[in-house]
């Protein structure tokens, strides 16, 4: 049974950091392209993060260039996403993703 469980969301001040972690199992997890996505309520998901199956190819969307960071460690099955210098802006439900299976979904609030 695959199984991506997100965690690490919660209410931080603008300015402020956090660290999400996308656990896997079920499946090759090395094998696999992996992303972070967000999604605000009545808007579409968007692509926030992606990092190759080796981890030596990342793609970021350019609102948060700079300040996020996605990692991975394979032999952990896990995907990490740094978020550092949040903003109000960023406050979302976080998503990972990969192989064909969705993560449930972890609350950030950025404010004050």
């Known amino acids: 049974q695959v199984q991506l469980v997100d965690s690490g969301g919660g209410l931080v001040q603008p300015g402020g950091s956090l660290r999400l972690s996308c656990a896997a199992s079920g499946f090759i997890f090395s094998r696999y392209t992996m992303s972070w996505y967000r999604q605000a309520p009545g808007k579409e998901r968007e692509m926030v993060a992606s990092?190759?199956?080796?981890?030596?190819?990342?793609n970021y969307a350019d609102s948060v260039k700079g300040r996020f960071t996605i990692s991975r460690n394979n032999a952990r099955n896990t995907v990490y996403l740094e978020m550092n210098s949040l903003k109000p802006e960023d406050t979302d439900v976080y998503y990972c993703?990969?192989?064909?299976?969705w993560g449930q979904g972890t609350q950030v609030t950025v404010s004050s």
């Open positions: 990092i190759s199956s080796a981890g030596d190819s990342r």
């Open positions: 993703y990969g192989f064909v299976y």
